[in-house]
């Protein structure tokens, strides 16, 4: 029946996969997920491969390698697929709820 779904349907799917995965990707100086710390800015599809875009807490966040090798493991286990992760420059900014 996985064929009957449009493109859509099959993307909101694996993207909500992934954000559910993420959960469990902890920042380990913060002890919350990139989730909850909103790092994750997008997540997008090709037919080949997803590509997360995120921020991290610092441009040199000591833990930015492994957090980034995690997202894209989980992600990839996730999504049944290829992903890739993308660091963007932009400045994060705590949620409201941590400030």
């Known amino acids: 029946m996985a064929e009957d779904k449009t493109p859509v349907v099959a993307e909101a799917e694996k993207q909500e996969k992934i ?5 469990a990707v902890l920042d380990p100086e913060i002890g919350l997920s990139v ?4 790092l994750i800015r ?4 090709t037919p080949e491969e997803a590509e997360i875009k995120m921020v991290l807490t610092t441009p040199f966040c000591p833990y930015g390698p492994m957090l ?4 894209q493991s989980a ?3 996730a999504a049944e697929m290829p992903v890739k992760v993308t ?5 994060w900014e705590p949620p ?3 400030r």
Do not use: G, K
């Open 75 to 77: 992600s990839e286990t």
């Open 68 to 71: 980034i090798n995690q997202i």
């Open 19 to 23: 954000l559910n995965a993420l959960q």
């Open 35 to 38: 989730i909850d710390l909103d």
């Open 42 to 45: 997008e997540v997008n599809f």
């Open 87 to 91: 660091v963007l420059p932009d400045r």
């Open 96 to 98: 409201p709820w941590l």
